[in-house]
């Protein structure tokens, strides 16, 4: 168990709304990832985070914000909600010492009508 | 930029046989990571097996081994004795052994059914 704790697990929202999905982790990794995950496209990077305030864009980073100013939080924002964002959200860290492989939390479906 | 691809979208396989999963990747690089996740109904995503490219030896993690063919580019997944747990999603992913980022680059996934 990696500790990484995903919130809200579901959401369901409207077009052109807001929305903030939260990654926690409790072991003070460096690097954080956010990624979508869509039948036939498999996971794709939206952005990662190095450190604090420390962030990177990804393969699908349109639409998309995030931030991190705490090593524990990583927050990812759409700033106005599209039906093509319709997706399950993955939040990972990578792990000092172990080789190369990240650790996923359970991720959040989010549904946009 | 890498990329993955997984051809076989779904595959089945009939309880306590073996199945193979394909996964082909684009790289010019030579020092690199690949992986095999497994994605349950439960959405978690877990890893299977790991293989580092400097290494000639393939992988094997109990009934999971890999058939790692470096100039090929190609890396597949042998499941053994096939068990009804094993009904799932599987990702291939590549690592770049540079890669600043540590991130990932994953395959289309293919389901896997498993058969009683």
């Known amino acids: 168990d990696a500790g990484i704790t995903q919130s809200p697990r579901h959401k369901v929202t409207e077009t052109g709304t807001p929305v903030t999905l939260r990654c926690h982790q409790t072991?003070?990794?460096?690097?954080m990832y956010w990624y979508r995950q869509d039948p036939g496209h498999g996971l794709r990077l939206i952005h990662y985070?190095?450190?604090?305030?420390?962030?990177d864009k990804g393969e699908v980073s349109d639409g998309y914000s995030v931030s991190r100013s705490k090593t524990e939080d990583f927050l990812l924002t759409l700033e106005s909600a599209t039906s093509s964002q319709t997706s399950v959200y993955f939040c990972?860290?990578?792990?000092?010492?172990?080789?190369?492989?990240?650790?996923f939390g359970e991720g959040s479906r989010l549904t946009v009508l | 930029a890498q990329t993955v691809t997984q051809s076989q979208p779904e595959m089945s396989v009939q309880e306590a046989e073996t199945v193979t999963l394909s996964c082909t990747y684009d790289?010019?690089?030579?020092?690199?990571?690949l992986f095999w996740y497994k994605q349950p109904p439960s959405r978690q995503m877990i890893l299977v097996i790991r293989?580092?490219?400097?290494?000639?030896q393939n992988a094997t993690e109990n009934r999971f081994s890999v058939n790692f063919q470096k100039a090929a580019k190609s890396f597949s997944l042998k499941i053994s004795d096939s068990q009804l747990g094993d009904a799932a999603m599987y990702f291939c992913?590549?690592?770049?052994?540079?890669?600043?980022?540590?991130?990932?680059?994953f395959g289309g996934g293919t389901r896997l059914m498993v058969k009683p």
């Open positions: 990972a860290i990578s792990v000092k010492g172990r080789t190369g492989e990240l650790f």
């Open positions: 790289t010019s690089e030579s020092d690199y990571y």
């Open positions: 992913a590549y690592r770049s052994y540079n890669n600043a980022g540590n991130m990932l680059t």
């Open positions: 072991e003070n990794h460096r690097y």
């Open positions: 985070s190095y450190g604090v305030k420390d962030t």
């Open positions: 293989q580092e490219a400097y290494k000639q």
